[in-house]
């Protein structure tokens, strides 16, 4: 080769505006005619860094509040929590994350998610996003009793500070599980506030949720005809996980494997049964485990119906009701992508994600290019889908939806 580099390899991202990343996605927009596509992204992450501060400021315990502040020194800090972003952006080789923590830093914290949402949708083309934490994903294993007193704050926060700041902001608001108590409480006060839409299990937990201390929190949700959202995580403290010695290994295996423990015992307990009101959404664990699952937990069910009094159906069946993110789409094999858009029913069942900014993120044209779907697939996985999930409105201006009974929608939209 007669092309050399010399010194250090160049890093992506390296003073790069989150806008530079996000500008070929706006080609991509233009060039699909996604002006006349209304797209609704499911699963769209701030980072707590830059919101920290902001976000302590509702921490209800003073004494807490200062445990925080001081133990991070002026730096987003819980106890115990891994930081896993340098190994997921390979030390700094794919980092739309650490580009996105360093933008719009002469805005406030809110301000500054704000318009980097607002930026993020004029460039993808989305009409509404899905707003999530980052760190807050493993609320479940927080230890000095922070999960309560954080789950809390990020709701007070994002729905002071964020949600009101644009219609187009939505979210699902972690609940802190680890006191059922505490989590209906949660469900009481802010299912009303604006832009909320429902709440979510921070999958990577160990709290037996078919449990009857969860009964009234799962009613409460249903009575008010919210969504129940289940965002997968990881934790490489977790024992069967410690035997993964590469990134690539945890997050192949990680991410789906506390969607399949949360969906089993979902499932096989008959909360569907219990709940049938209840709209679930599996978000950011790929699609790939779903059909695994479905086929497993069939072919169980068939030799041992005894332990599953509850179902008076197929645990497939029950599955094929709930409704699941794209993001990560695993696309090597588009013949198996296509097995498995048709084996969950994709075109009623599944929902655009982008996970931006996150390091394997996928904008639209993702969905859009799939060869094997047609426009009206597109159109429904992209947006409509999401639309009667999230009760979202579309607007008069845009392409609406065919009536209902035309595309056979689940019961369950």
């Known amino acids: ?67 925080l502040k001081a133990g991070g020194r002026g730096q987003m800090w819980i106890p115990g929590l891994p930081d896993g972003g340098v190994i997921q952006e390979v030390a700094g080789r794919i980092h739309p994350a650490q ?44 230890g000095y009793d ?16 964020v949600l009101p700041a644009d219609p187009r902001i939505v979210t699902l608001l972690p609940l802190p599980l680890g006191s059922p108590d505490e989590a209906l409480k949660l469900v009481e006060e802010f299912a009303d506030k604006p832009g ?42 977790d024992r069967p996980v410690r035997q993964l010695n590469k990134f690539i290994s945890v997050h192949s295996v990680g991410f789906p494997l506390f969607q399949i423990i949360q969906t089993t015992n979902w499932v096989i307990n008959g909360m569907p049964e219990r709940y049938p009101n209840l709209k679930i959404l599996m978000i950011e664990g790929g699609l790939a485990w779903v059909p695994f699952l479905m086929q497993r937990l069939d072919h169980e069910y068939l030799m041992r119906q ?44 599944v929902l ?32 409509y889908n999401a639309s009667r999930v999230f009760n979202l409105p579309i607007p008069d201006t845009m392409t609406q939806p065919p009536a209902p009974d035309s595309v056979g929608l689940s019961t369950k939209g």
């Open 306 to 349: 005894s332990e599953a009094p509850l179902l008076k159906r197929l645990p497939s069946e029950y599955m094929r009701e709930f409704f699941y993110t794209t993001q990560p789409l695993e696309a090597a094999n588009l013949d198996y992508l296509e097995m498995t858009f048709d084996m969950i029913n994709a075109k009623t069942q």
């Open 99 to 142: 580009s996105w923590a360093d933008s719009r830093n002469e805005l406030t914290a809110s301000q500054r998610d704000v318009q980097l949402c607002r930026e993020a949708m004029d460039s993808m083309g989305s009409n509404f996003l899905s707003f999530f934490p980052g760190w807050l994903l493993d609320l479940g294993t927080f």
């Open 1 to 67: 080769m007669d092309t050399r580099y010399e010194g250090p390899e160049p890093l992506i991202g390296t003073n790069l505006d989150h806008a530079d990343l996000l500008r070929h996605a706006g080609t991509q927009a233009q060039q699909r005619g996604f002006d006349d596509v209304f797209i609704v992204d499911a699963d769209f992450h701030h980072t707590e860094r830059r919101s920290w501060a902001e976000i302590l400021e509702y921490v209800e315990s003073d004494v807490l509040q200062h445990f």
């Open 146 to 161: 922070l999960e309560v007193p954080l789950a809390r704050a990020w709701a007070r926060w994002a729905t002071e500070r």
């Open 352 to 383: 655009y994600a982008s996970d931006w900014p996150h390091w394997d993120w996928d904008p639209p044209s993702r969905i859009w290019d799939l060869p094997f779907l047609d426009e009206a697939e597109k159109r429904n996985i992209l947006g």
């Open 196 to 237: 909320v839409q429902g709440f979510m299990v921070t999958s990577l937990r160990y709290d037996p949720l078919y449990t009857k201390p969860y009964a009234k929190l799962w009613r409460a949700i249903e009575e008010r005809g919210k969504l129940l959202g289940f965002h997968a995580s990881f934790t490489t403290q």
